[in-house]
């Protein structure tokens, strides 16, 4: 291995160990306790090392998220591909988007809640933020009749952000979970 190769791999590993650290700091203090100089301390690095990564929290922040957009890509594909019947479909997406944001409740935050400079609905968007939607194409295009695909997957997309939302603030009646989802689906399908 050459002297640079050994650099890029030891500078592409700082950069994981700086996302890694900021994700845990963030799902145990919240984004708040993240700041530069707490991830420095952690990673053991200094705040020079961590701007040669990245241009502060922000971009951090927007690293985290488009990590966490492409497990949720993840997620979403495998609860698609696990039911073959449309509606059956859209309910294991549904299920699957709201168990992430449940289940990580800061990458969440980052992912889609705190204000970022990612492309979000264009051609610069990144390929993870690309793959997720594209998971909401597919699940919705078998029951988009003479709807367009892409604005039906946005309006599926809003809504479960919103319960999504709505359900960690405590704003929803956590008994009628399962009544709000079955509306939703049976609206689509």
Avoid at 143 to 171: I, K, M, N, Q, Y
Wanted: charge should be neutral; hydrophobic fraction near 45%; aromatic fraction near 6%.
């Amino acid at each position: 291995m050459s002297v640079k190769e050994r650099k890029e791999r030891e500078r592409a590993e700082r950069h994981r160990l700086i996302i890694e650290a900021a994700r845990e700091l963030a799902e145990a203090e919240g984004w708040d306790a993240v700041t530069t100089r707490r991830l420095a301390d952690r990673v053991e690095y200094s705040q020079p090392v961590l701007y040669s990564h990245f241009n502060g929290k922000d971009a951090i922040v927007a690293a985290v998220a488009i990590e966490g957009i492409g497990e949720l890509a993840v997620e979403l594909r495998r609860a698609r591909t696990s039911r073959r019947a449309p509606k059956a479909a859209l309910r294991a997406l549904a299920d699957a988007y709201l168990g992430f944001a449940r289940n990580r409740p800061a990458l969440y935050e980052a992912m889609f809640v705190r204000p970022t400079d990612i492309p979000f609905g264009t051609a610069d968007s990144p390929a993870a933020l690309r793959e997720a939607f594209g998971e909401f194409l597919a699940v919705l295009e078998p029951v988009a009749r003479d709807r367009d695909p892409e604005t039906l997957a946005e309006v599926f997309w809003s809504a479960l952000h919103g319960l999504a939302v709505l359900t960690r603030a405590d704003r929803l009646r956590t008994s009628h979970h399962k009544a709000r989802l079955d509306l939703l689906i049976d609206s689509l399908g």
